[in-house]
């Protein structure tokens, strides 16, 4: 059984944090997961069921506290069983999920996206068990 992964759509600095974490985690996690955009479940909440994956082995992965991915997930009936929310793993203010104007943002680290990379494989192990 592969876990569902959803990824919000964050954009700004909390979107290329969410990249370079998606890109960190992959690298361990990706033979063991199935990886969707919260953008597609939500008009189609049938590709989790076609995929084969259950609530209890569904990780939900949001850029703010809006959780996004878990309101779209909980209106379409699915309750995933682990949710990683960025601002509570990175320890400062994030600016909010907005259109890019800008493409520099000189205060995302490296650490920031280890640390999320992180927190989506623990999130992933915890959602891998029966």
């Known amino acids: 059984m592969r876990v569902g992964v959803v990824i919000c759509g964050a954009n700004a600095e909390r979107g290329m944090i969410m990249e370079r974490a998606v890109e960190l985690y992959s690298k361990k996690y990706f033979d063991r997961v199935i990886q969707f955009s919260a953008c597609t479940v939500a008009p189609s909440p049938v590709i989790l069921s076609m995929s084969g994956v259950e609530g ?32 509570d793993v990175i320890d400062r203010p994030l600016g909010k999920c907005e259109s890019c104007t800008a493409f520099v943002f000189p205060d995302i680290t490296e650490e920031e996206a280890t640390r999320m990379a992180e927190a989506i494989g623990q999130a992933v192990e915890e959602a891998s068990k029966d």
């Open 56 to 87: 209890k082995h569904l990780v939900s992965v949001n850029g703010c506290r809006s959780r996004c991915a878990d309101l779209i997930l909980n209106k379409n009936g699915v309750e995933p069983r682990m949710s990683v929310v960025m601002d």
